[in-house]
């Protein structure tokens, strides 16, 4: 419990995270519960606190696990903290691992808490898959049934059409559209060429190889031993590729307009298996226990749009918010980390930060947010290349460039995600 409650500061005291792969591969079978339980036991034991300091755990997922809708608690109970450390779920879309992280912020800020762990967990391997509400029905009345009998009257209403299974789909209910519908009306609407998604796509690896060769992940990916035998070992990402060309890009078909579309498998971010935690601490506290915060919270800010304009535009909205409450322009920032859903959102986004009419029409400001130096873009890939564990990237995000001040030595970092329902975030880090 916080014994101070004045002249708070939030500090990112250690970050970790697993591997990231592409889903269906080699974290297959590792659930959201196991990869979050991985990380939070890894990332206590590196930090070398007592699991008992930690107040408060806040973790996210965004496609939730029937078994343990509740990750943050489940990931306490499964082992890596004491069962008395309080903790609870959030989910907010691609933004859902900068929520757990807001919230854990809000509650050291406010005194409540002294000591908290944040982050997310996603397997989209293993989505759960429902029937239609008439099977539904049928296999509530076999549960239900008191005799053999009754389940098998139940059971003889089945026909071959009920069986089909609905995997949880990656699209707006408001709207219908896919992500990647909304990635191709985005392209569309802001005349973001192919050529350029895939020179985005191509950027994205390039830098994340330039970034795992130059060590840049060593302390940030733990290396992931597959239970139960643990023979095998996922040590770092997977999905990061030296082998792209510009050419081999070019050559892919569009998935999801296949006719007239731009949005092809390599510059869409995959669906990928993963989780992320953050140690945060109120700044006294941390120095009290001796350590060395690698970076500060210096704002934040979530904003939303109409998902039936351009569901992904959440960078362009809730930057400019953040730097408003950070007394800030785009040009004190140093390093920006933006989620890279889709090349067309990113190029959508930076397109409209440097837009002196989308400020007007958009934002009611005179001024465009500012034009995005590619110098200071995404230096280490971002989604695209590292890959997207829907829960996890927040924490991904700010971890690196949590790191990144650190190595710098001071600096300034925006990180911030579109995510589905047309939310935005974006969080400014100082040091
Ligand atoms: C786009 C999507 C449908 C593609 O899925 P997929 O078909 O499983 O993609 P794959 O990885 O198999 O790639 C398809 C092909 O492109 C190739 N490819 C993909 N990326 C490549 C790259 N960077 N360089 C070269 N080739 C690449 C693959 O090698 C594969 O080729 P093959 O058919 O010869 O094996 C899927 O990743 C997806 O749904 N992404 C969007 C997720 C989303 O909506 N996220 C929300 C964002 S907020």
Same mark, same amino acid.
């Given at each position: 419990?916080?014994?101070?409650?004045?002249? =708070? =500061?939030?500090?990112?005291? !250690?970050?970790?995270?697993?591997?990231?792969?592409?889903?269906?591969?080699?974290?297959?079978?590792?659930?959201?519960?196991?990869?979050?339980?991985?990380?939070?036991?890894?990332?206590?034991?590196?930090?070398?606190?007592?699991?008992?300091?930690?107040?408060?755990?806040? @973790?996210?997922?965004?496609?939730?696990?029937?078994?343990?809708?509740?990750?943050?608690?489940?990931?306490?109970?499964?082992?890596?903290?004491?069962?008395?450390?309080?903790?609870?779920?959030?989910?907010?879309?691609?933004?859902?691992?900068?929520?757990?992280?807001?919230?854990?912020?809000?509650?050291?800020?406010?005194?409540?808490?002294?000591?908290?762990?944040?982050?997310?967990?996603?397997?989209?391997?293993?989505?759960?898959?429902?029937?239609?509400?008439?099977?539904? !029905?049928?296999?509530?009345?076999?549960?239900?049934?008191?005799?053999?009998?009754?389940?098998?009257?139940? @059971?003889?209403?089945?026909?071959?059409?009920?069986?089909?299974?609905?995997?949880?789909?990656?699209?707006?209910?408001?709207?219908?559209?896919?992500?990647?519908?909304?990635?191709?009306?985005?392209?569309?609407?802001?005349?973001?060429?192919?050529?350029?998604?895939?020179?985005?796509?191509? =950027?994205?690896?390039?830098?994340?190889?330039?970034?795992?060769?130059?060590?840049?992940?060593?302390?940030?990916?733990?290396?992931?031993?597959?239970?139960?035998?643990?023979?095998?070992?996922?040590?770092?990402?997977?999905?990061?590729?030296?082998?792209?060309?510009?050419?081999?890009?070019?050559?892919?078909?569009?998935?999801?307009?296949?006719?007239?579309?731009?949005?092809?498998?390599?510059?869409?971010?995959?669906?990928?298996?993963?989780?992320?935690?953050?140690?945060?601490?109120?700044?006294?506290?941390?120095?009290?226990?001796?350590?060395?915060?690698?970076?500060?919270?210096?704002?934040? &800010? @979530?904003?939303?749009?109409?998902?039936?304009?351009?569901?992904?535009?959440?960078?362009?909205?809730?930057?400019?918010?953040?730097?408003?409450?950070?007394?800030?322009?785009?040009? !004190?920032?140093?390093?920006?980390?933006?989620?890279?859903?889709?090349?067309?959102?990113?190029?959508?986004?930076?397109?409209? @930060?440097?837009?002196?009419?989308?400020?007007?029409?958009?934002?009611?400001?005179?001024?465009?947010?500012?034009?995005?130096?590619?110098?200071?873009?995404?230096?280490?890939?971002?989604?695209?290349?590292?890959?997207?564990?829907?829960?996890?990237?927040?924490?991904?995000?700010?971890?690196?460039? &949590?790191?990144?001040?650190?190595?710098?030595?001071?600096?300034?970092?925006?990180?911030?995600?579109?995510?589905?329902?047309?939310?935005?975030?974006?969080?400014?880090?100082?040091?």
């Amino acid at each position: 419990m916080a014994t101070k409650k004045q002249a =708070r =500061r939030v500090a990112i005291v !250690d970050g970790l995270r697993t591997p990231f792969a592409k889903s269906g591969t080699v974290l297959k079978d590792q659930s959201a519960l196991d990869l979050g339980s991985a990380v939070v036991s890894e990332l206590i034991a590196r930090a070398g606190i007592n699991g008992s300091d930690v107040d408060r755990l806040v @973790f996210g997922t965004v496609v939730q696990s029937v078994d343990s809708p509740n990750i943050g608690r489940e990931i306490v109970l499964a082992g890596p903290l004491p069962d008395s450390v309080d903790a609870y779920s959030v989910t907010r879309a691609c933004a859902t691992s900068t929520q757990s992280f807001a919230d854990a912020a809000q509650a050291i800020l406010l005194g409540d808490i002294d000591i908290a762990i944040a982050g997310g967990a996603e397997s989209l391997s293993k989505p759960p898959i429902t029937y239609s509400d008439r099977f539904v !029905d049928i296999l509530m009345e076999a549960n239900g049934a008191k005799d053999v009998q009754g389940k098998a009257r139940a @059971f003889a209403k089945v026909r071959p059409r009920d069986l089909t299974p609905h995997a949880p789909a990656i699209a707006e209910r408001s709207t219908s559209e896919t992500m990647g519908d909304s990635a191709e009306k985005m392209a569309k609407e802001n005349g973001i060429t192919r050529e350029a998604q895939d020179e985005f796509a191509l =950027r994205s690896h390039a830098k994340a190889i330039e970034a795992q060769e130059a060590g840049i992940f060593d302390d940030e990916v733990m290396p992931y031993p597959i239970p139960p035998r643990y023979k095998d070992t996922v040590e770092g990402d997977t999905i990061p590729r030296a082998d792209s060309t510009i050419e081999k890009l070019a050559s892919l078909k569009p998935v999801f307009d296949r006719k007239y579309g731009s949005v092809t498998a390599a510059n869409s971010s995959p669906l990928t298996d993963g989780a992320a935690a953050l140690l945060l601490m109120d700044e006294a506290v941390a120095k009290a226990l001796g350590y060395t915060p690698k970076a500060y919270l210096r704002s934040y &800010a @979530f904003a939303a749009v109409d998902p039936n304009w351009q569901l992904l535009m959440g960078p362009a909205l809730a930057t400019p918010i953040a730097l408003d409450r950070a007394g800030m322009t785009l040009d !004190d920032i140093d390093i920006i980390d933006m989620h890279e859903a889709f090349s067309a959102q990113i190029l959508s986004n930076t397109q409209a @930060f440097a837009s002196d009419s989308f400020a007007r029409e958009r934002l009611g400001r005179d001024k465009a947010i500012g034009e995005i130096d590619d110098a200071r873009f995404n230096i280490y890939g971002g989604s695209i290349s590292l890959g997207h564990p829907f829960g996890a990237t927040g924490a991904r995000q700010l971890m690196t460039m &949590a790191n990144e001040l650190e190595r710098r030595g001071g600096g300034t970092a925006l990180v911030t995600q579109c995510a589905a329902g047309g939310i935005g975030a974006a969080v400014i880090l100082e040091r």
